[in-house]
């Protein structure tokens, strides 16, 4: 069964720092990767995706990610930081053909503190 | 255009009660789903259904009944509500082939 790890629980920055959130999953097969966001007290709100082609996906405010296939990762990054972006992240895999099942991690909150 | 509709958005329940959380989506998607959100614990896969006339169970299914009504709709059921489903429900749906799933704004469940 497909399943994905957020091995960062809770993140603090400073505002301007650079972000980086590591999502792994484990399925061997194709899949479509995902970058939610969840601002507080509002509903989940995608940030980027990946189906196919570059690698390297550019996603809304300034956020992007990089599908490295050999690693199964799908880290989440962004250069500098707002203290807007204090957030819960969320990354999420679906297997192409695996019964269209998406699967999410247990979540990354951010606090971006001034 | 409406996209993911839930209702209700907050119920309070007493232990052993039931209740129907509704989910409909307006835009012919093949796919949708029910999580539930903890803290700590991310969005957890409770149903989910690949097209109409089909549901499978997800990470965790017990407690739950579901209803694939018709293309739009997917309700999940509590039969006997207890406080371990307190929890915000998420409904989401998606078209078939490689797109993004869109969800519902939620229902903040308390069970007491």
């Known amino acids: 069964a497909q399943s994905v790890s957020q091995h960062n629980h809770h993140v603090i920055l400073s505002e301007a720092a650079s972000l980086e959130l590591g999502c792994n999953y484990s399925?061997?097969?194709?899949?479509?990767l995902f970058w939610y966001v969840q601002y507080p007290g509002q509903h989940l709100q995608l940030l980027l995706k990946?189906?196919?082609?570059?690698?390297l996906v550019k996603g809304i405010k300034g956020f992007e990610a990089e599908f490295i296939k050999s690693k199964f990762s799908f880290n989440l990054r962004k250069p500098s930081v707002q203290w807007s972006d204090t957030a819960e992240y969320f990354c999420?895999?679906?297997?192409?053909?695996?019964?269209?099942?998406?699967?999410f991690g247990t979540g990354t909150q951010l606090k971006v503190e001034l | 255009n409406a996209g993911v509709t839930q209702t209700p958005k907050f119920q309070v329940l007493k232990t052993g009660q039931s209740m129907t959380l509704q989910c409909a989506q307006d835009?012919?998607?093949?796919?949708m789903y029910w999580y539930r959100q903890d803290p700590g614990m991310g969005l957890r896969l409770i149903y989910y259904?690949?097209?109409?006339?089909?549901?499978d169970k997800g990470e965790v299914p017990n407690g739950y009944n579901v209803s694939r009504l018709n293309k739009r709709e997917f309700s999940l059921r509590l039969e006997s509500a207890a406080p371990s489903q307190t929890s915000v429900y998420f409904c989401?749906?998606?078209?078939?082939?490689?797109?993004?799933?869109?969800f519902g704004q939620g229902t903040r469940l308390t069970v007491v």
């Open positions: 835009m012919n998607h093949n796919s």
């Open positions: 990946y189906f196919s082609g570059d690698p």
């Open positions: 999420a895999v679906m297997v192409t053909g695996g019964g269209n099942k998406l699967t």
């Open positions: 989401a749906s998606r078209p078939t082939g490689p797109t993004l799933a869109f």
């Open positions: 399925y061997g097969g194709t899949v479509n």
């Open positions: 259904s690949a097209s109409e006339g089909t549901t």
